[in-house]
């Protein structure tokens, strides 16, 4: 049997008189103990192109846990993980009656290790570390991994 956890956020808006045509997108997210966030939709939708947006945020988490996942499985798996840097990328597709989705993210981790023969073994856990990520595994799109692998310059 597993575990529940609950998350808490709490969203604000107010009506905003100098925007009433369109109703502006700017509204924050607090959770509690956090910094506030203040969030817009993305530029293209009409939003604030300076403040995350809810697409930002959702690639965010993807990516970030993503390498949770994986530094926990190279931990595992004695692989010792110096940086790790992704570009990562998220393609939406908006249909012709204004509904959307998000139909692919595309991962590109860049690791470092110490250890030269443990390439293989670093590149082929992010699979691993997929299967245990909890945001991937709430997403009902592909995530694909293009990860390299590097070791890092000895002294």
Not at 6 to 21: G, M, P, T
Not at 49 to 73: F, I, K, T, W
Not at 133 to 139: D, K, P, Q, T
Request: net charge neutral.
């Amino acid at each position: 049997m597993g575990f529940k956890h609950v998350f808490i956020a709490k969203l604000d808006w107010l009506f905003s008189k100098k925007e009433a045509a369109t109703y502006t997108k700017s509204h924050t997210i607090t959770i509690a103990g956090k910094a506030v966030l203040n969030v817009s939709a993305a530029k293209t939708f009409k939003g604030d192109p300076a403040l995350y947006n809810p697409e930002d945020l959702l690639l965010s988490s993807v990516v970030s846990c993503h390498m949770m996942s994986y530094l926990y499985v190279c931990k595992q798996n004695g692989i010792d993980v110096l940086s790790y840097t992704d570009e990562a990328e998220a393609t939406l597709e908006v249909l012709a009656d204004g509904s959307g989705r998000f139909i692919a993210i595309k991962l590109n981790p860049k690791v470092r290790i110490s250890n030269k023969e443990k390439i293989g073994e670093a590149l082929s856990l992010h699979e691993k570390a997929n299967q245990l990520c909890f945001i991937a595994n709430s997403c009902n799109f592909p995530i694909l991994h293009f990860p390299s692998c590097e070791v890092a310059p000895t002294n």
